[in-house]
Structure formats: C-alpha cells, structure tokens
C-alpha cells in the first residue's frame, strides 16, 4: 500500500510538472496572456465553463477584469467584455483576430477548413471572397434572382389561399417560419442547381423540389452534432476513443451530403454539355464554366464547399 500512495503522488507531481513547463513556463506566449483563474492540470478551466455562459463568463469578468484568458483544454481563449476593447481587437488588431480556431468536429464537415466560412485568413480565403463578390453576388447575378423570388412567393400565397378555401370556415391556421423556411430555400436551391423539375406530386402543401427536403434532412443531421460544444475539440485524446459515436455520425451525414452535392454538380455539368444553359445560370453552372479556363483555382473540391456553404445558409437560421 505504500509504494501505491507513492507511485500515486509522484503521478500527481508528474501531471503538475508537465502542465507548468508544457503549458506554462514552456510555451511563451502564455506569459503575455492576460490574467485568469488559476487551472487544474490537463481540463484547464473546463470546469469552470457553466450554463449560462454569459453569467459565468460576467462572474469572471468581475473577478479578473474585463479581459482575461481561459484554458480550454489544450485550447487557449481570451474573453473581452469590455466594448472598448472589442472595438480595438475588430479595428487596429483586426487581421490578428482574424483566423478562425480549427476545431476537428467542424473540420470534419469544412472540407478540412476549405469553406469560406471556415478558412483562416489568407490567400485561399481572400481568393473564397473574390469569387462570391464578383461571380456569385455581382449585382447583375442578384438582379437574375428577383423573377425567381417573385414566383416564389406568389407561388407560396397560392398555397395558403388553396389552405384557406379548402377548410370549412374559409380560413386555416398558417404556420408562416415554415412557410418563409420554404421560399428561402427553394429560391437559394434554384439558384444553386436548377431543381424546379423535380417538384414533388405527393405532397400538395409545400413547393420545395426532392433536392431541397433532401439537403435540409442532411442538414438536419449535422447541425446538431456541430452546434454543441464537442469535448474531444478540446481535448484530442478523446477523438480516438468516440464513445457516443458523435464522430462516427458526423462522417455519415458529411458522406451523405457530399454525394448529394456531387449529384448537382454532376447534372449541371451534363446541362452545360447540353447547351442547356442562358444567361440564368445557376451558380454550379458559373463556377463549372470558370473551372474550363481556370481549372487550378476551380477545382470540384472547391466548388463543392461553395455550395455546401450556400445552401446551408438558408437551413441554418431556422
């Protein structure tokens, strides 16, 4: 039992040391962090991270100042709550803040970091903007949307008016989120890959195509898994071990999305051999048109992330 209690100290001295000098002492730019609340080897300040956030993160604030830093496991972080500070970190220090931090789960779903919303700073993303700026959002190709908008819309209000007359008092219950859920994403749909041929005939009450339910149940899918918090971002070792099998049904729906979005491209590229294409491309159809001159810079991956990223837009604020 002794030589137990004292392999067990020197264990606990070990994890101690090697916090100080890997993650203190060791990695220099700690010593210009701003103060914080003292850490526990290996979780850093993990424990401290409680429902609410904004409560927990105002009773550190008070404690430790209106910036101050926190150990999220093997991350580092730096909370600012003052509205002076936040100003100079978004104005004179912006490009400094600018990357984004590569947490594995949304890497997983990011094609690796190469989506616009998710690309650090840099050339790659620079390229990322340039791109949406002048050949997807011009005003011109915007401009292109305002017929499609508008025959959706009118589309929807035949639709609740068809509701209407067919119930007995001559008026019906509309769910309007779901009904502007469904213009927004059959308009952005249409405007991505052409999906109006596609319209279901089982079910009378909606005006989306196949493609977009689709999208949205694969969607439906990943945002959960991605919009909490994931313990093995912070702390790696637990990436291998997947005991809810979280990462193991993320890379089923990114596989199920990414053959879906493979189909797209694919029936745009076949439209395009066709000829079957005016001035109201779809935004597949712009971008396979530049890969033919610029095939280095647009390449299948990248236009693939452009419109993983384009459509989710439209599913994620609902």
């Known amino acids: 039992m002794d030589n137990a209690y004292i392999i067990a100290i020197l264990s606990v001295a070990i994890l101690f ?13 700690a010593a210009r962090l701003p103060p914080g609340p003292p850490a526990v080897p290996i979780l850093g300040h993990l424990h401290l991270v409680k429902k609410p956030m904004h409560a927990t993160m105002s009773r550190l604030a008070e404690r430790y100042g209106p910036v101050f830093s926190l150990r999220l496991g093997s991350r580092r972080a730096v909370v600012v709550s003052s509205p002076g500070c936040a100003r100079e970190c978004f104005t004179e220090h912006d490009v400094t803040f600018a990357n984004r931090p590569r947490f594995e789960s949304q890497l997983l779903v990011s094609f690796n970091g190469a989506a616009l919303a998710t690309a650090s700073y840099g050339a790659h993303w620079r390229n990322l903007r340039r791109i949406v700026a002048v050949q997807l959002l011009s005003a011109h190709r915007v401009g292109l949307m305002s017929g499609l908008i508008a025959g ?31 213009v927004s994403l ?12 596609t319209r279901p005939e089982t079910d009378p009450d909606t005006d989306m195509s196949v493609e977009a339910q689709e999208f949205k149940q ?12 994931n313990l093995w971002d912070y702390l790696p070792a637990l990436r291998w071990f997947d005991v809810f099998g979280v990462r193991r049904k ?7 999305r990414d053959a879906f979005l493979r189909r797209l491209i694919d029936a745009e590229r076949r439209r395009l051999d066709d000829g079957d294409e005016g001035e109201k491309k779809s935004m597949i159809a712009v971008l396979l048109t530049l890969q033919k001159t ?9 236009i693939t992330a452009l419109t993983a990223v384009s459509s989710s ?4 604020p609902f």
Do not use: W
């Open 17 to 29: 040391l090697l916090h100080y000098y890997l993650l203190g002492r060791g990695n220099g730019g």
């Open 186 to 197: 059959s308009v952005l749909m249409e405007t991505i890959a052409h999906t109006k041929a």
């Open 250 to 256: 993320i890379l089923a729906a990114v596989s199920r």
């Open 152 to 182: 959706e819309v009118r589309a929807m209000v035949r639709r609740m008016y068809r509701a209407a007359a067919a119930s007995p008092a001559g008026a019906a219950r509309i769910q309007l989120k779901r009904r502007l859920f469904e």
């Open 218 to 229: 694969v969607v439906d899918e990943i945002i959960p898994h991605i919009g909490a918090a």
């Open 313 to 316: 837009s439209a599913v994620l």
């Open 294 to 302: 610029e095939p280095e810079v647009y390449t299948d991956n990248m």
